[in-house]
């Protein structure tokens, strides 16, 4: 008799465990399917906005089998803010991306793992000029920000500025665009290095050069300076006639032209800003992922690395200049470095002054009334 | 139990207490059903009836006390039986009719459960469309039937159910008057047809009165009176039975004598002093202020004489199809209202006022309930 | 047998139907376990770092109100003030006209009641982003208007400020009222209308009176519009962003863009997005206290429909058809028509020509692995694991939001609901990062930082508060009669459930799950922080093109996108049609009856 009304409660009991195990099923599915196929060594994460880190980790794990990197590829401002907030937790096991400020912080808070620059790796010239001191991260190749490209349609060489200071002039009034720095990673170290420019021809200290590079931006802006979002929003404004010219990435500018953009041309006034691609390790990831991370950062540099790195995104981030002895651009287009003029900046000196020139871009120059 | 006992079954609620919050919602309850009886609770709003048939339905469960159903205890102590295993059934205030099912759907759904075959179980359900005459509304859908239609299919579900104990939750209270009446006669007829024991709260008297074997009357959570509708009408056992099963009159009056047991001379405030016979159930010692209670068929009215009694003046007359009902003032503020005669006082007329002692009560005002 | 199913000394574990206290209290502590992994913590972790950016390590102070000055000064202040004065008039309007929409649609005999009841719903569904993108392409110099030979220059400046920005999010929000206005409307028989008229009063004033009654949903809808307007990003980061008009979301997205982010300024502007639903919430329950929604039972009358003559029914007609039109399909237009041009704006010297090469395009693998493909069907996924997730909690939190109105716990649920709809994605995303990847977390409790779970629960967090709230209204109007009828008359708990409640919500149950998959395939502030390695969801592929490779390709892969979601809601809803009886269509939702 008992037995009856025990199994009655036992039954539906039963009935709304199911009900339950059912909605949580297909999230352990995917619990389970996620952590799935861990092997014994797992490798680390690369965290990467590069265009061709795809490639490059398809790569260098098809030649090294002992591990596996696993990519996480993202836009550079996502990455940080998950490095930033994964706090004393990290679980990157190497960043690559675009500008050196943001590891020039991470080594200030000592975040990287020292002496990391590959030792077998023979830098040019402007190569070695991005090599910090402590050996924290390692430049991979170089673009320019701070290019000016132009639609060679709307307006001539001959009438391009020959000087920064030129662009604030009537003649130009209108006509200029570039990116918001907070939006796109390569115009921050632009702004810093035109600032650093302005304030040494001024010889000043830093925050003369800063009073002097708000003038300048200031003045852009009275003049008509038109800020979009990112390289390709300005690239959009400029093929739509918005404006006829930028100051933006060197590698966004060829890379238009050599697709829907045949008028596009790039001038460098002088100075440019030279904008390395840097790779860092987490110095606070265990021996092992230190170890591979090395590895992978060796590879980069070697020349099946750098092969990699010239062919995969060739209309995009494979347009840069090779900071290896001895590589060469991969595409004719690109000039010679030289004809640039490019500067490089203190990424420890203008890293910690990010957020503050930023937040006053944004306030004054992309929503200033 | 098995099947082929007889189907009604005796229900017995004892010690029955429900606490919401703060609030007492039932006191201490307890109440026999025999089988086959028509138990109607009655009780105003709030007094606790609709909490005790729902405990009986297993909608609610008591804070203490034990309820048994067919002699099996479906509530007390550790023991909770779920509703759809005390094998009743009900009719909702509101119908609860499901309106994505059809009529005939609606009236299925407690058999879906039964052993019936399903040739049976339609056969059944065709029967108790026809008892309840809305065969032709078979194919409907509750939002397309009037409100006694959809009262109809919500009986006829209940009917269903084939089980010994069926309750009502005020079914009628959201009808009009003369379809109210009309269905009343059916609940009756129907329930008893069926054999079945029934529990019906509402707080209309008439209704009670008109349904009930058994009358319980209810306030504030408590049982006041439980009783035939004869004896709680004839012996109300507190001024608020009296009160709330109809008066047509209450006076402070003072008692002047005895006139043997359970009935005392009381001398009324209006009239000159003027005593009448009431009955009481309590003993009264002389110049006791009391209440005095008067049903209207305690009442009635005459055409002035000489002789002593009361006097009253007419002040309202309204026609019921059989008679007149008469609002009578008695004296400066004193009145009585539904004063049944068979012919017409016009209004502004004097009569004589007479009083039935079986149907005039004296009560003690300060005491809400008697034992 | 009969009798030992009777029996009753057997220790049975007491299972009432009315909430006996201890089981209520347990499933309420374990339902306040669930929301507090999935929302409170995470977002409480975010917000904490506003006066104490130490806990994360993200600044040396453990208790500071520097922030709070920041938050409140010049752009960040600019931000918050436009945010709020945006939302506040959007939230009006939306009511206004949802409220002329519903009483057409639901108590006149106005053209197309069904089409525009469906079309309601794909409003609701249709992502922010997705109608800027669509009023751009359009609007834009040598956008799709004017491959159509349409000048739109004079209105071009015009949108891309306050006034689009409006106009956008009116749109967005039209339907959260338009519904809530809808159930309300349910509740309000024709007799109090006729009885204002006969005693005299006109239509206008008729309507003046009958308001009042329904006057409990139009808060909620203005509650509701404000929240869902306050927390958007789609529109702040497009339309506002380039028409240099900061929103709080925006500048709060701006303030942890930087390198170092300034977390903890954003943490203040959220609080104050949270912060800023409580005045409508205060002011609604006081005026909802002690009234109930319970209406649906089968004793429900439909309500009778005014007949327009044929010319106000023409008027009134398209006037809907006006709303409709300017809400979702100008929007839609401007993408499909703007996919279908070649080089969309770019002044082309050989003039406009029609293409489908950005269609060609779409599923072609290229050079950075993010085609549509994949990550497409990444998101059909994610959407079906986190609508179905969703629905789930959002009946049980709907069921307890109605269960004890005027209760604290009712009033605490619902308070946290609408401030977590207020919650802006980028800030569940990091304070999931925050608080699922502290070593506490990932080694004592669940480790999924990185995974899609992760993800999927966010988007869950993410859903369900107004999931809920969207259910509250349908969920609320059953009455608890139909189910106790069923108990009563021999069915057990689950049938019970099954074959009277079920029915009735089968339509919202189907039409908030559609709603929460394609916000998910949509969703992407949260996605873009949080999708593990190599899972690129859809939004993000489209964010991608969009503003860095190519926009056109962008476009079209939004189109089909949309065309997919479009695709999916027609095939649920056929699927409900063929697999449920016919009475389950006849009642249970305003939504889609007209």
Redesign the interface.
């Known amino acids: 008799m008992n037995l009856h009304t025990k199994t009655n409660n036992v039954l539906r009991k039963r009935v709304t465990l199911v009900a339950l195990a059912a909605s949580l099923a297909s999230m352990s599915y995917v619990v389970s399917a996620g952590t799935a196929g861990a092997a014994s060594n797992p490798g680390f994460v690369l965290y990467s906005s590069q265009g061709y880190d795809h490639a490059s980790v398809n790569a260098f794990n098809a030649t090294n089998p002992g591990f596996t990197v696993t990519l996480n590829d993202n836009s550079t401002g996502p990455l940080l803010q998950q490095i930033q907030a994964e706090g004393n937790n990290p679980k990157w096991g190497v960043l690559w991306v675009d500008g050196a400020s943001a590891f020039a912080q991470l080594d200030g808070e000592g975040k990287l793992l020292r002496n990391s620059v590959p030792p077998k790796a023979k830098f040019n010239t402007l190569g070695l000029q991005n090599v910090p001191k402590d050996g924290s991260f390692t430049p991979t190749g170089l673009t320019v920000t701070g290019a000016l490209c132009y639609d060679s349609s709307q307006i001539t060489a001959a009438q391009l500025p020959s000087s920064w200071s030129q662009l604030t002039s009537s003649q130009y009034k209108g006509l200029l665009g570039m990116n918001d720095p907070s939006q796109s990673g390569p115009t921050f170290p632009m702004i810093a290095g035109i600032m650093d420019y302005l304030g040494k021809y001024k010889s000043g200290s830093t925050a003369k050069s800063v009073s002097a590079g708000e003038s300048f931006y200031t003045a852009l802006k009275a003049n008509g300076l038109v800020v979009n979002a990112v390289n390709g929003a300005t690239i959009t404004a400029m093929e739509a006639h918005t404006i006829s010219m930028a100051t933006i990435q060197s590698s966004a500018c060829y890379g238009a032209a050599l697709t829907t953009f045949p008028s596009m041309k790039v001038k460098y006034l002088s100075p440019s800003i030279a904008l390395p691609s840097v790779i860092g390790i987490d110095g606070k990831a265990s021996k092992t992922v230190r170890k591979d991370a090395q590895k992978f950062v060796d590879w980069v540099l070697s020349p099946a690395g750098q092969a990699v790195m010239q062919t995969a995104d060739p209309q995009g981030d494979s347009l840069f200049w090779p900071v290896i002895k001895g590589e060469n651009p991969a595409n004719p287009i690109i000039p010679p470095l030289s004809t640039t003029h490019a500067i490089s900046t203190n990424p420890y000196t203008w890293g910690k002054l990010e957020t503050q020139i930023n937040t006053w871009f944004d306030s004054n120059i992309v929503n200033g009334l | 139990m098995s099947e082929s006992s007889p189907r009604a079954v005796g229900v017995s609620m004892s010690g029955l207490g429900k606490v919401f919050g703060e609030k007492l919602a039932l006191d201490d309850v307890s109440i026999e059903v025999d089988p086959g009886t028509f138990l109607v609770l009655l009780g105003p709003s709030g007094s606790g009836k609709t909490t005790l048939l729902r405990c009986v339905a297993g909608i609610e469960r008591p804070s203490t006390g034990t309820i048994t159903i067919g002699g099996n205890l479906v509530v007390g102590g550790k023991t909770y039986l779920p509703p759809e295993r005390r094998r009743l059934a009900m009719v909702f205030q509101d119908y609860a009719l499901w309106p994505h099912l059809s009529v005939r759907k609606n009236v299925a759904y407690p058999l879906s459960t039964s052993s019936f075959e399903k040739s049976e179980r339609s056969r059944r359900c065709d029967d108790l469309l026809e008892r309840v005459g809305i065969s032709h509304l078979a194919e409907r859908y509750p939002n397309e039937l009037s409100g006694g239609e959809q009262q109809r299919v919500a009986l006829a579900r209940a009917l269903a159910a084939e089980v010994g104990l069926i309750l009502f939750d005020e079914p009628l209270s959201n009808l009009d008057a003369d379809r109210r009446e009309q269905l009343r006669i059916e609940i009756a007829t129907l329930t008893r047809d069926a054999g079945m024991t029934a529990i019906y709260i509402t707080h209309d008297q008439s209704e009670a009165f008109a349904l009930a074997d058994q009358i319980g009357v209810l306030n504030q959570g408590r049982l006041v009176q439980l009783d035939t509708p004869e004896n709680i009408y004839r012996h109300p056992h507190s001024a608020f039975v009296a009160r709330f099963t109809g008066v047509a009159g209450e006076f402070p009056v003072r008692v002047t004598g005895a006139r043997g047991e359970h009935c005392v001379m009381v001398a009324l405030p209006f009239g000159a002093g003027h005593s009448i016979e009431a009955s009481t159930i309590e003993n009264f010692d002389s110049g006791a202020d009391v209440q005095l209670f008067v049903r209207s068929s305690g009442v009635s009215l005459g055409v002035p004489s000489n002789d002593e009694g009361v006097r009253g003046v007419i002040i309202d007359v309204a026609f019921n199809g059989r008679g007149y009902d008469h609002v009578v003032e008695v004296g400066e503020g004193f009145t009585l209202t539904k004063v049944f005669a068979p012919m017409k006082f016009e209004r502004g007329r004097n009569v004589k006022v007479c009083f039935d002692p079986s149907a005039c009560f004296v009560m003690d005002p300060t005491r809400e309930v008697s034992k | 047998?009969?009798?030992?199913?009777?029996?009753?000394?057997?220790?049975?574990?007491?299972?009432?139907?009315?909430t006996?206290k201890k089981r209520g209290s347990l499933g309420g502590v374990v339902l306040w376990i669930v929301l507090t992994l999935l929302i409170l913590a995470p977002v409480g972790s975010f917000l904490i770092l506003g006066v104490s950016p130490r806990v994360?390590?993200?600044g040396s102070q453990w208790f500071t109100l520097s922030y709070v000055r920041q938050a409140f000064s010049?752009?960040f202040g600019?931000g918050i003030f436009n945010s709020l004065w945006v939302s506040t008039s959007v939230a009006i309007l939306s009511v206004c006209v949802a409220t002329a929409l519903a009483w057409l649609i639901h108590r006149t005999n106005v053209g197309g009641r069904k089409f525009w009841a469906v079309m309601m719903w794909l409003l609701l569904m249709m992502p922010t982003w997705m109608m800027t993108l669509g009023w751009g392409d359009l609007l834009?110099?040598?956008g799709a208007a004017q491959a159509l030979g349409i000048n739109t220059h004079w209105i071009y400046g015009e949108f891309f400020g306050p006034l689009g920005i409006v106009v956008v999010l009116t749109s967005a929000a039209l339907p959260f009222a338009y519904f809530i206005i809808s159930a309300g409307l349910q509740g309000l028989g024709p007799e109090f209308e006729d009885a204002a008229r006969i005693h005299g009063a006109g239509p206008i004033r008729s309507l003046q009176t009958v308001l009042p009654i329904i006057a409990p949903a139009l808060l909620s809808a203005l509650a509701i519009c404000f929240a869902e307007t306050m927390s958007d990003f789609g529109v702040a980061f497009t339309l506002g962003?380039h028409s240099?008009?900061?929103m709080a979301t925006y500048v709060l997205f701006?303030a942890?863009?930087?390198?170092?982010?300034?977390?903890s300024v954003a943490a203040v502007i959220a609080a104050v997005l949270i912060i800023s639903t409580i005045p409508p919430i205060v002011l609604q329950s006081h005026v909802m206290r002690k009234r109930s929604y319970a209406v649906?039972?089968?004793?429900?009358?439909?309500p009778r429909r005014r007949q327009l003559a044929r010319g106000p029914r023409a008027l009134a007609t398209a006037a809907v058809a006006g709303v409709f039109f300017i809400a979702l399909g100008v929007p839609i237009l401007g993408a499909v028509i703007g996919s279908l041009v070649k080089?969309l704006?770019?002044?082309s010297p050989n003039g406009v020509h029609f293409t489908l090469t950005y269609y060609a395009q779409i599923f072609k693998p290229s050079?950075?692995?993010n085609s549509l493909g994949a990550p497409l069907l990444l998101s059909n996924q994610l959407g079906?694991?986190v609508a179905?997730?969703t629905g789930?909690l959002a009946v049980i939190l709907a069921r307890r939001l109605i269960a004890n109105p005027g209760s604290w716990s009712q009033r605490i649920t619902d308070v946290f609901l609408l401030g977590s709809v207020a919650v802006p994605g980028v800030v569940l995303g990091?304070g999931y990062?925050?608080f699922y990847?502290?070593?506490f977390i990932?080694n004592n409790v669940v480790?999924?930082?990185?995974?899609?779970?992760l993800l999927?629960?966010a988007l869950v967090a993410n859903a369900v508060p107004g999931q809920t709230r969207f259910m509250a209204g349908p969920v609320s109007q059953i009455?608890p009669?139909?189910g106790?009828?069923?108990?009563?008359?021999?069915?057990?708990?689950?049938r019970?459930w099954r074959?009277?409640n079920l029915?009735?919500m089968s339509r919202v149950l189907l039409w908030g799950w559609l709603l929460t998959f394609t916000k998910t395939i949509a969703e992407l502030a949260i996605s873009?922080?949080l999708?593990?390695?190599?899972q690129?969801p859809a939004s993000v592929s489209i964010q991608?093109y969009l503003?860095?490779?190519a926009?056109n390709t962008g476009t079209a892969m939004t189109v089909v996108t949309l065309m997919e979601m479009l695709a999916v809601i027609g095939i649920a809803l056929t699927v409900y049609r063929l697999v449920t009886?016919a009475?389950?269509r006849?009642?249970?939702f305003s939504g889609v009856q007209s």
């Open positions: 047998m009969a009798i030992a199913a009777l029996d009753t000394a057997a220790p049975v574990t007491p299972s009432p139907m009315t006996s994360f390590q993200q010049s752009y600019r834009q110099p040598f962003y240099n008009f900061p701006n942890i863009s930087n390198f170092p982010a300034n977390f649906l039972s089968g004793r429900t009358r439909a080089n704006g770019i002044d050079i950075q692995g079906l694991v179905t997730g789930v990091v990062i925050f990847n502290l070593s990932s480790s999924i930082y990185k995974t899609l779970p999927m629960l009455q009669s139909l106790e009828a069923a108990r009563v008359h021999g069915a057990g708990r689950m019970a074959t009277t029915p009735l873009q922080i999708y593990p390695p190599s690129e991608s503003a860095n490779f926009p009886p009475g389950w006849r009642v249970g």
